[in-house]
């Protein structure tokens, strides 16, 4: 057991290593209005420009190892979701981006999920309605293992923060 | 050329993050930070109440905060007072869903 969970560290270390310099992202919208996709775009733009960080955006999923899913998981778009992630080549990971894909928004109901969750395996969650694109780039590092998280050290107690 | 020129004039240049964090992102919307000492059971159920995203709901004698759902709209900031403030974060992505919900003890007396 000890030698299992060993191997599956250093397979992630290399994983993280590889995807590290060079990380091809699919884009999937399950439902979105469109705003996290308009952050999302940012991320080109010379502000920001993602290319610096080895992160690129790739509209095949053969060539992608990252599968980013916006939107509230619609029912009607579950074959494509799933098929889009069979089609990525393992490793690969999955990020969900956007309240709506986190669960906040809809309820589940006969037309959509509510969350991405219910669909495929998610890696990364990246909050924000929409999440600014710097927050989505620490959420991309964060997936590839080149940022730590921050949000696990965080109360939002501000008494609390305080005393400590 | 004419671009690259008028971006030297103008200093536009691509953000250092994360080596550095750029001063604006103090200004991006995020979820509220509360002083759990000033939050009466009354307030925190105002809170609820006025929440769009249904990111705060109360159990027992404590508010529960889903970063997942919130949206930053800041309206609880601005019906909070003293109570409630921007908490100003906005790397709040994490690995575990868990790690989202906040739970704030209720301190405040009333």
């Known amino acids: 057991m000890n030698d299992e969970l060993r191997l599956a560290g250093e397979l992630r270390e290399r994983i993280d290593g590889l995807f590290g310099r060079s990380l091809h992202i699919r884009t999937f919208d399950s439902g979105s209005c469109a705003v996290c996709e308009s952050e999302l775009r940012l991320l080109s733009s010379p502000y920001y420009d993602l290319h610096r960080l080895g992160l690129f955006f790739t509209p095949a999923p053969r060539h992608a190892d990252l599968l980013l899913v916006t939107g509230a998981a619609v029912r009607a778009a579950d074959a494509a979701l799933r098929k889009t992630l069979e089609a990525i080549p393992e490793p690969r990971l999955v990020v969900a981006v956007g309240a709506c894909a986190l669960g906040g928004v809809f309820e589940e109901d006969e037309l959509v999920h509510g969350r991405v969750d219910d669909v495929v395996p998610v890696d990364v969650y990246i909050p924000g309605c929409p999440p600014s694109p710097l927050a989505l780039l620490h959420g991309l590092l964060v997936a590839t293992g080149r940022l730590e998280e921050k949000v696990q050290a965080l109360s939002f107690d501000l008494r609390r923060e305080a005393v400590a | 050329m004419l671009w690259f020129l008028r971006g030297l004039r103008k200093g536009v240049v691509t953000t250092r993050y994360p080596r550095e964090r750029d001063a604006w992102t103090d200004g991006l919307p995020s979820p509220p930070a ?66 989202l919900v906040k739970r704030i003890p209720l301190g405040g007396a009333g």
Do not use: I, K, M, Q
């Open chain 2, 34 to 99: 509360f002083r759990s000492d000033l939050l009466t059971p009354t307030l925190a159920g105002r809170l609820v109440d006025a929440c769009h995203s249904g990111a705060l709901r109360l159990e027992g004698d404590e508010l529960v905060l889903d970063l997942g759902s919130c949206g930053g709209c800041g309206d609880c900031v601005r019906l909070g007072g003293e109570a409630v403030y921007r908490s100003g974060e906005f790397e709040l992505a994490s690995r575990d869903r868990e790690a």
